[in-house]
């Protein structure tokens, strides 16, 4: 369990909170590529950190990030014109470039002094592999930029989804990290080779490995046997994971970004390093409506299917794996109450992560260096494991 300040530390991602500070120090993904096809296209909003802003990109195809309210009296630029370089609001015609400066006051003649006066929150954006990254920090403190395997392969071997997720992003991570629940949560959907392994043994044991860019974690599982089966996943800060599959089996990233408090924005980078993904190879999507949102919510409980739960098709009734992981981290509430929770030995990593936030959390406001470039070195290095090892050997000794 955590205290209840813990809790309200480690959820609070605003711009004046602690761990906000902490999310702010890296290149956050901010939208899809995918979302501002063109120049001139229509704006998007986004939100992130608790920040509502709005991204554009400009006749030159270059994007800005800037913030939402109009400067003048609020009004958003969402709605705004993407038209000569600019963003230009539509209720009396100010336009702000990508840089957060007022170029244009058209219902105000003769005050270019006041113009140069006024300044738009505006953050900077670099687009690479599908995803318009955003840095929401301070400017002395800019990281180096994320160098993931996927970032580098060609645009037919990747695949990148987005899914806004209903409650806070540290409930999502929680259950990314979490092993354990693939035996009972997806024992009908993921029932195949090695992994049928996973789904019999309901009882792994947990072992955490500290790492440079955050930690690893192996669930163990046929302990009495004389090999035994691990499941290797990486925890990389501040929000990733990488989901164990074999080595000829596209791969999958997931990262969990807040975009506030009370919902997340799920991204998951699927991709195949030899050769291009297939449809098939897309990992399991959730059915989107607009905004990327599910259809299935907590408003219809994810229409759970009772009768395929009794016929045994389907031990949590939601087909999509996607979709059980949202129902069940949605099922807690916009914030769960950690005071309240009970956690055991396949709880392992949940409490390795809550303790490395907290150190991070910790070094940050004793330290001007902000956060350890060496985790950056070896970025696109980082690989899941599924293996199976003889029960005397330690598995951190694989790669
Ligand atoms: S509120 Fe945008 S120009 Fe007046
Ligand atoms: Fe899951």
Known sequence: MLTRENNE???????????????????????????????????????????????????????????????????SLVYGRSENSGIRCIYHGWKMDIGGNVVEMPCERGDPASMERIKVQSYPVREAGGIVWAYLGPKDKMPPFPAFEWMNLPATHVHVQKILIECNYLQSIEGGIDSAHISFLHSTEINYGH???????????????????????AALRNRDAENRYVRITPFIMPFYTIV????????????????????????????????????DEWTHAADLTDGY???????????????????????????????????????????????????????AAIVHLRRLYLKKLEGAQQSDEGINQEAFACQDTIRCRIAVVPSASDWRSLE
């Open 195 to 217: 992994i049928a392994t996973a789904t019999k043994d309901t009882a792994p044991e947990f072992e955490v490995q500290e790492m440079p860019y955050g930690f690893r974690y």
């Open 9 to 75: 530390l480690l959820t609070r991602t605003g711009p004046d909170t602690r761990m906000g500070g902490l999310l702010r120090l890296y290149w956050l993904p901010a939208l899809l590529v995918e979302e501002l096809p063109e120049p001139d296209c229509p704006p998007v909003r986004v939100s992130l950190l608790s920040e509502r802003l709005v991204a554009f990109r400009n006749s030159e195809g270059r994007i800005g990030l800037i913030d939402e309210a109009c400067p003048h009296r609020g009004a």
């Open 244 to 279: 164990p599959f074999a080595e000829n089996q596209p791969q999958a990233q997931h990262a969990w970004v807040p975009a506030d408090d009370h919902h997340n924005w799920a991204y998951t980078f699927t991709f195949k390093r030899g050769e291009p993904l297939t449809r």
């Open 293 to 347: 949102r599910k259809f299935r919510n907590v408003g219809n409980q994810h229409l759970q299917d009772r009768a395929a739960m009794k016929s045994g098709k389907s031990f949590s009734g939601i087909p999509e794996i996607l979709d059980q992981d949202a129902a069940v981290q949605e099922s807690m509430g916009f914030i769960v109450d950690r005071t309240k929770e009970h956690l055991r030995k396949t709880d």
